[in-house]
């Protein structure tokens, strides 16, 4: 998966701007493993204007497993344009525990990546189905209610609905489950 | 050229090694670096931070800022991430260390991870009571509540509460993750307490019924049917590790050959410290025995054993002295028994285990002609699928007796092949049914010690824990 982001990248460079070096130079420590010092170029190509140096940023964040931050990295990134960004994004939602989100965007992918990233895609799936709670507990909801507040005292605003969300999705499930249709806050209209 | 290569190597893996100047300096590549090494700096991303600053020093050579964050940040290197830190050393094992670097990232953004693998590390270590605290306070993050409240589980098991044990697994199971497992352990916890009683029940059929118990013949070979039956009790005040007293009576009843009828009970008190991990575990035993219905033995034994799990692979040796005292008809076979054996086992997947020791015998009987020293390896499978374990046991022994005997006119050498396979099914924690087969070639210097032996059964056995 490392060299293919890597290709993917080169392939997506057309007119060199001031920090297409910085993103290729991104993308060979990404493709050789050093993920700290593609995050450097990354964000420096970013800085210089960059476009789509953002998503390879939220990328290398996820091989940091600093999940949080590589969904704020992801803010702004369209959704649907490339299928190996968007499974780092979905890795990124399943690392932080968004479940929801983390099965929405691999629902988005589809057909789209070949049998690589699809093979990818099922295994996450999997792995989703494994960690979720079957009959979301009261403290869990609150949990993620609790992680959204924080997040919005710390002027997270994105990442703080996606765990409203996540929280109202669990309620919704338990309210079900309880056979009482009781419905949870709307969620925000913005995705992670 | 290799000294170069050499220098660029060293540069590479050292991160605060000389900064090698770009040909041109770009001052907008160097302010940006800088800005990204100080957002990695406030993030707490040190390493990052001075890949960033190397990057910007680089750049631009008068970056004068650049170079003293990089000096300031080299001068006094951060502490390695404690969170990484303990995951490498509790891969390598190191438990104690382990802990005590995850107890330095409670702080860090993977705080509750943290805790609870310092709480798996000081499980490891035995020391219960400080991990279950820490298995308690991570219980309450519900990204690993249900981890949590597993480990719980395995503390409670440990310590005899088989209920609260059971519960907590059965909690646990929530997670479709940990569900198998911890629907296992439940089923196990079933049968785990203070005190635990077992009874067993079997039947089956024996090729070679007339032989003495230790193998002697009497007469050509005649099979029978027998029916067994067995009762025992554990109690261990404190849990596995700690004092415990053992009882237990068994009967062994031919269908016709009731001369060959045996039983008997043991009355056992004995000393576990420490749990899976390592441990050494005291016994002395009394057991009596009957044969075709009369008193045939009475024994004294001290047992000592010990194991010590590295990894996959578990270590132990054990050794036992027995006094032996037989009835009058048998008393020249009274003395002093003793075994020693030393194992390993390795657990080459979660279903798989495999297991060889090597073992020695001394019978010091007191007629010298009955007296022999023995050893041989012995060789073990487990497979456990699902709620199913089979199991396949072979050994060979060689035993020489110490002197000539004379009613034999011959110097006795004996060599036993055994063979033992079985398939056990655990119906709901507390019932399980078995069948099994035991075989065994004895082949002897003297041709009427050697005999063959095979007795397939078939049992069924409860097992419930109590914590009085």
């Known amino acids: 998966m490392n060299a293919a982001v890597a290709i993917l990248l080169a392939s997506t460079l057309s007119a060199p701007g001031p920090g297409a070096e910085h993103l290729l130079a991104g993308a060979r420590h990404f493709r050789d493993g050093r993920y700290g010092e593609a995050l450097v170029e990354f964000r420096v190509a970013a800085a210089l204007g960059e476009e789509g140096a953002r998503a390879y940023a939220g990328a290398s964040l996820v091989k940091l497993e600093r999940f949080e931050e590589a969904l704020d990295a992801f803010e702004g990134v369209p959704r649907g344009q490339d299928a190996l960004l968007d499974y780092y994004r979905a890795l990124a939602c399943f690392g932080a525990h968004l479940y929801s989100c983390a099965e929405d965007i691999l629902a988005g992918i589809g057909d789209r990546g070949g049998p690589r990233i699809a093979a990818e895609v099922a295994s996450l799936r999997r792995e989703i189905a494994a960690q979720r709670p079957r009959a979301p507990a009261a403290d869990v909801i609150a949990w993620y209610t609790g992680r959204c507040t924080a997040l919005r005292e710390k002027n997270r605003p994105l990442l703080a609905s996606a765990y409203c969300r996540e929280g109202a999705d669990l309620a919704a499930r338990r309210a079900k489950l309880s056979g009482t249709a009781k419905p949870g806050p709307a969620a925000p209209a913005e995705r992670p | ?468």
């Not at chain 2, 009058?328 to 060889?356: D, H, M, Y």
């Open chain 2, 1 to 468: 050229m290799t000294g170069l290569a050499l220098s660029l190597l060293l540069a590479s893996a050292n991160p605060c090694a000389p900064v090698e100047p770009a040909h041109l300096p770009d001052r907008a590549a160097a302010s940006a670096y800088r800005a990204v090494a100080a957002s990695e700096l406030s993030a707490g991303s040190v390493e990052t931070a001075i890949a960033a600053y190397r990057e910007a020093a680089a750049s631009d050579p008068a970056d004068g800022e650049a170079r003293e964050a990089l000096r300031r940040l080299c001068q006094s290197p951060p502490p390695p991430d404690p969170f990484r830190e303990g995951i490498r050393l509790m891969d390598a094992g190191e438990y104690r260390a382990a802990a005590a670097a995850f107890g330095g990232a409670r702080s860090g953004d993977a705080g509750p991870s943290a805790v609870l693998l310092q709480g798996i590390c000081l499980f490891e270590l035995g020391e219960d009571e400080e991990a279950r605290s820490l298995f308690q306070e991570v219980a309450a993050y519900p990204p690993h509540r249900d981890e949590a409240r597993m480990y719980l589980g395995l503390v409670a098991l440990r310590a005899g509460a088989g209920a609260e044990a059971g519960a907590l697994f059965e909690s646990a199971a929530a997670s479709p993750a940990l569900e198998r497992t911890a629907r296992d352990l439940a089923r196990l916890a079933r049968r785990e307490g203070r005190l635990v009683l077992s009874a067993f029940a079997e039947s089956g059929w024996d090729s070679n019924v007339n032989l003495a118990p230790g193998g002697t013949p009497s007469g050509p070979p005649r099979s029978d049917g027998l029916y067994a039956f067995s009762l025992n009790a554990l109690f261990r005040p404190q849990g596995t590790s700690g004092p415990y007293l053992r009882a237990g009576g068994f009967l062994q009843d031919q269908v016709q050959l009731g001369a060959y009828d045996f039983g008997g009970f043991d009355a056992a008190a004995g000393w576990q410290l420490g749990g899976s991990g390592r441990g050494l575990l005291l016994e002395y035993d009394y057991g009596s025995r009957r044969f075709g219905g009369s008193s045939y033995l009475s024994a004294h034994r001290l047992l000592g054993t010990g194991w010590l799990r590295a990894g996959p692979t578990l270590l132990g040796a054990s050794y036992l002295v027995r006094r032996e005292t037989y009835a009058p008809t048998w008393s020249s076979f009274s003395g002093k028994l003793q075994r020693a054996e030393v194992r390993a086992s390795l657990l080459a997947t979660p279903g798989l285990r495999i297991g060889l020791a090597y073992g020695a015998g001394r019978d010091a009987a007191r007629d010298p002609a009955l007296s022999w020293l023995e050893h041989g390896p012995r060789a073990e499978l487990r497979i456990a699928a699902g709620r199913a374990l089979l199991g396949l046991d072979a050994s060979v022994t060689w035993r020489p007796y110490d002197s000539y005997d004379p009613a034999l006119s011959a110097r006795r050498s004996d060599t036993y092949l055994d063979g033992a396979a079985f398939a056990e099914w655990d119906l709901d924690g507390r019932l399980s049914f078995r069948v099994s087969l035991l075989g065994r070639r004895a082949l002897s210097n003297v041709p009427a010690f050697s005999y063959d032996k095979l007795l397939p059964t078939v049992g069924i056995g409860y097992a419930i824990g109590l914590s009085p």
